[in-house]
């Protein structure tokens, strides 16, 4: 069995800064890619920024800039450091991680969610 465990949401004000944090544990091989996805208030959920296991990353056109992803192999857990926070980065963000328990086969497992809100 396999946990993500997300902490960090909160309130802040536009402008401001938040660090996301996601931990992963339980039966775990390795981890491969691991990400952060969102999903707003009547829309569909979306990746904002992904990390693979040696550090390249990707991001969302409206992220590339301000937020910046991270992770920690050593404690299986991966980071989004998120600055000059918009309004419209509101959402629910979700951790993503592809585990494998027993090579070669991966599993993607999700964290239950945090809630950001950025107010104007």
């Known amino acids: 069995q396999v946990q993500l465990v997300e902490s960090g949401g909160g309130l802040v004000q536009a402008g401001g800064s938040l660090r996301l944090s996601c931990a992963a544990s339980?039966?775990?091989?390795?981890?491969?890619?691991m990400g952060w996805y969102r999903r707003a208030p009547g829309k569909q959920r979306e990746l904002v920024a992904s990390?693979?296991?040696?550090?390249?990353?990707n991001y969302a056109d409206s992220v590339k800039g301000r937020f910046a992803i991270s992770r920690d192999n050593a404690k299986n857990t991966v980071y989004l450091q998120m600055n000059s926070l918009k309004p419209e980065d509101t959402a629910v963000y979700y951790c993503?991680?592809?585990?494998?328990?027993?090579?070669?086969?991966?599993?993607?497992?999700w964290g239950q969610g945090t809630q950001v809100t950025v107010s104007s």
């Open positions: 339980g039966s775990i091989f390795s981890i491969n890619a």
């Open positions: 990390i693979n296991s040696i550090g390249s990353t």
């Open positions: 993503n991680a592809g585990v494998v328990v027993t090579p070669p086969f991966q599993y993607d497992y």
